[in-house]
């Protein structure tokens, strides 16, 4: 069952401020502070901008994985109105194979915005952060937290899953996130603007580090002895069936194999270079009609296609 203290927020939304820092924001930060991982955007160094690049990068794609493309990337572009300056197919072209190319044009459309709107400096406001093209509010609330140091909640699915196990006592959030976890993460925000920040970046490497989908380690948390799940037994999973992350055989996997291709070309490539990726004629064509629609892909005449120049 959960703790007295989960129960009154889940059923209230508040709790005493100095519960919650004893309980929970304390060892928690007290952790980070301890064994936090030495991340390039979270040096003083990286700036916001740097921030905003690894926020787009990291949805849905592990560290080990971010970190090489981050760095060619800052090195590249270390300013918003240098990726600005560049050609969209540009950006999808550096972002290699890290996955859901789609970031890629978003960030670029960002640049461009912030190179327009703010003089190429990355907005404080999170209201302003919200108002740029692909940036929803996840994204908003993490630069604004991570780089500025404000109070929000940050809710990722790391996030999502410390809550559901420590507060509410089930071992996985729902797979999409709720009106019920927005009010328990901003019940549980610090009301000190700069220990909120520590806290969203405390939970969310918690997550990540401790906490995780599995293999969790339960004697590394600091938040074991009030874990409504642990104490409970660490019931197993009741609800919907967790979404999986297939890949082989999908589209995904031939849009990734066409982009490559094109990525790799110094000059427009014809349909039978592309053809060549992969065998089956009616997943290929939905596959690269999908990418042309998502504008990450330009046709030209005779066959001929590129990375977009616009």
């Not at 939970?203 to 293999?215: P, T």
Request: with cysteine; aromatic share 8%.
């Amino acid at each position: 069952m959960p703790t007295a203290l989960a129960a009154d927020l889940v059923s209230a939304g508040t709790a005493d401020a100095r519960s919650l820092d004893e309980q929970f924001h304390s060892p928690v930060i007290a952790w980070f502070e301890a064994n936090a991982r030495d991340l390039p955007w979270r040096r003083a160094d990286a700036g916001p901008w740097g921030v905003m690049v690894s926020e787009f990068m990291l949805q849905q794609t592990p560290v080990s994985r971010v970190l090489p493309v981050y760095e060619q990337w800052l090195a590249r572009w270390p300013r918003p109105a240098d990726l600005a300056k560049e050609a969209p197919g540009e950006a999808v072209r550096a972002w290699g194979r890290l996955g859901y190319p789609r970031r890629a044009l978003r960030l670029h459309g960002a640049a461009v915005a912030i190179t327009e709107r703010h003089g190429g400096d990355v907005p404080a406001q999170h209201a302003q952060l919200l108002a740029l093209p692909g940036i929803g509010e996840y994204t908003a609330a993490a630069v604004a937290s991570f780089a500025y140091g404000q109070r929000h909640a940050v809710l990722d699915t790391n996030v999502r899953r410390v809550f559901a196990r420590s507060v509410t006592g089930v071992q996985y959030p729902p797979n999409a996130t709720t009106a019920a976890e927005r009010k328990l993460a901003r019940a549980l925000l610090p009301e000190d603007e700069r220990t909120a920040s520590r806290w969203a970046a405390a939970s969310m490497e918690l997550g990540a580090l401790v906490c995780s989908a599995k293999n969790e380690n339960c004697a590394r948390c600091p938040l074991a002895a009030q874990c409504a799940w642990l104490a409970a037994g660490k019931p197993a999973h009741e609800g919907p069936a967790r979404r999986g992350q297939t890949y082989a055989g999908t589209d995904r996997q031939v849009r990734g194999k066409l982009l490559a291709v094109l990525r790799e070309a110094v000059s427009p490539v014809p349909q039978s270079a592309l053809d060549r990726v992969w065998d089956e004629p009616v997943q290929r064509a939905r596959a690269l009609d999908g990418l042309v629609a998502d504008g990450l892909v330009e046709p030209l005449p005779d066959g001929y296609y590129r990375l977009p120049l616009t």
